[in-house]
């Protein structure tokens, strides 16, 4: 009796030779991208001449005769929806900047839901305003337009800069929290490689950048050229900074010059904005793409750039080569024998690329595989979200305002120590309603949870049956997917 064959047969149009190979060309993009960008800052940071020289700038100067009208009117913005931890810093950090006070006009742009935040944020504005700074509390009646809506209706004011064609000057965020918990070590990482690299070259070789949105002074003539505040995307400071570009005014960005700005520290809070942040910018190339090729005010390399390098590779490339590699298709090649990866798209590029992503945190160097997991988990929700804003669905428009916690940690801490009690909301309390059964699954993520089911299976077929040796890596990988789906990142703020 012949002995029948156990070997699957797939059908030659079914096999997965070129999407395979799709993902290694799309990684070789990304790698080109890094390698240029790369190359940029090294002769940036060694021949390029620094932002003060370029422009000319000079300190402004008192005169005896005018007084403080040499200095131009500086419009702060606080948009701000139920900040209960952190308005006073804002607020406080406004109010205390060094300027003239009659030159100084600020706006707390107040959108929160909870009456008692409400007065607080307005008894705040009046302590400051008692105090001789021109501060000004503004409400609306509903949210409509989200931040940029507040912005928007934020009374308008008109100002000047010594240097022409300058439309915004963007500084470093400096992250206070970093060493909090690994979840923030892990933003730091990518975030340091954005303001070290992406930021520093996008200045020098085209004068443009993304808006972060914060730390930056932005000249209220270019906002206004530019058609002001849109709410179209929920990227609106990205929406600004490419209008404003297109119509020809030029960003300088000054590495030197560093912000306090706090991480979101819970895994909760990290995973909307991160959904935000690459929705938006997806939704937004959507929606410019054919009005920037159209353009006749930019050159043609400063469209080519936006386009491919800031849009393209970027927010969209870089998310889908990582998930759709990492997460599907090597694990796929474990499955399917006809799933092929060459190993040059398999370990040489993404090795590269890493070193290359771990220049803007050497402190962290010792994390970097670590990193990379993560890296891998979260780019399941930047594919997703990535998705979302390119055909223009679901959860387009969703706004989730980032929750921050200031120093109410570090209170907790310090009332522990000197035995006080602790704010309420880092306590575990169980009751009926907050049990521990409802405080776990309250934290369980199910899809992190089926992609570490499905990264174990393939590792384990790996470890029986295969030739690669990757389930050392999809072990790994499954065990990050898993701490995801259960919760257990960054810091655990339990419901009071």
């Not at 790369?38 to 390029?48: A, E, H, M, N, Q």
């Not at 600004?240 to 000054?254: H, N, P």
């Not at 998930?323 to 398999?346: H, N, R």
């Not at 898993?482 to 009071?496: A, C, L, M, N, W």
């Amino acid at each position: 009796m012949g002995e029948v064959s156990q070997k699957i047969m797939i059908p030659e149009s079914f096999q997965f030779h070129v999407p395979s190979y799709d993902i290694a060309a799309m990684s070789l993009m990304l790698l080109m991208e890094r390698v240029y960008m790369g190359i940029v800052i090294v002769l940036v940071k060694l021949f390029w001449k620094k932002p003060e020289k370029r422009y000319k700038w000079e300190a402004m100067q008192d005169d005896i005769e005018s007084g403080n009208l040499n200095f131009p009117v500086v419009l702060v913005q606080i948009p701000m929806f139920n900040e209960r931890e952190v308005y006073k810093l804002s607020i406080g950090a406004a109010s205390n900047l060094s300027w003239p006070a009659d030159r100084l006009v600020i706006q707390v742009l107040d959108d929160s839901t909870d009456p008692a935040i409400k007065q607080m944020v307005e008894q705040e504005c009046q302590r400051w305003a008692s105090k001789g700074i021109n501060i000004r509390y503004q409400i609306r009646e509903n949210r409509t337009g989200y931040k940029a809506g507040a912005l928007k209706e934020g009374a308008p004011f008109h100002s000047w800069s010594t240097i022409p064609d300058i439309a915004l000057v963007q500084a470093r965020w400096r992250f206070v929290n970093a060493n909090e918990c690994l979840l923030t070590r892990m933003q730091e990482m990518s975030l340091d490689y954005h303001f070290t690299v992406e930021q520093e070259v996008g200045s020098a070789t085209h004068a443009f950048f993304g808006f972060n949105g914060t730390a930056g002074v932005w000249r209220i003539a270019a906002i206004n050229d530019a058609g002001g505040w849109k709410d179209r995307t929920t990227v609106e400071d990205m929406d600004l900074a490419v209008r404003a570009s297109l119509r020809g005014w030029k960003f300088v960005y000054l590495g030197d010059l560093q912000v306090k700005s706090e991480l979101p520290s819970t895994f909760k809070a990290f995973r909307f904005q991160q959904h935000r942040w690459s929705c938006g910018p997806a939704n937004l190339f959507r929606k410019m793409v054919m009005e920037i090729v159209r353009n006749k005010t930019v050159k043609f390399w400063k469209k080519v750039y936006v386009i491919y390098s800031f849009f393209f590779v970027r927010k969209i490339i870089a998310h889908m080569v990582t998930f759709c590699f990492y997460c599907v298709v090597l694990p796929l090649t474990i499955l399917v024998p006809e799933v092929k990866v060459p190993i040059w798209g398999a370990v040489y590029i993404p090795s590269v690329i890493t070193v290359l992503n771990s220049v803007g945190t050497p402190r962290s160097i010792h994390l970097l595989f670590y990193w990379i997991l993560f890296e891998n988990v979260m780019s399941l929700h930047r594919t997703k979200a990535a998705l979302i804003g390119l055909l223009e669905t679901g959860r387009v428009n969703e706004w989730v305002v980032t929750e921050k916690l200031g120093n109410t940690l570090q209170k907790a801490a310090d009332a522990k120590k000197s035995n006080t009690k602790a704010p309420r909301k880092s306590r575990f309390r169980f009751t009926d309603r907050d049990s521990v059964f409802a405080l776990t699954y309250n934290r369980l993520n199910t899809l992190e949870l089926g992609f570490a089911a499905f990264l174990f299976l393939c590792g384990c077929f790996d470890f029986v049956n295969g030739k690669n040796n990757y389930f050392i890596y999809l072990w790994l990988q499954t065990v990050t997917f898993f701490i995801t789906g259960i919760g257990y990142v960054g810091t655990i703020i339990p419901s009071s």
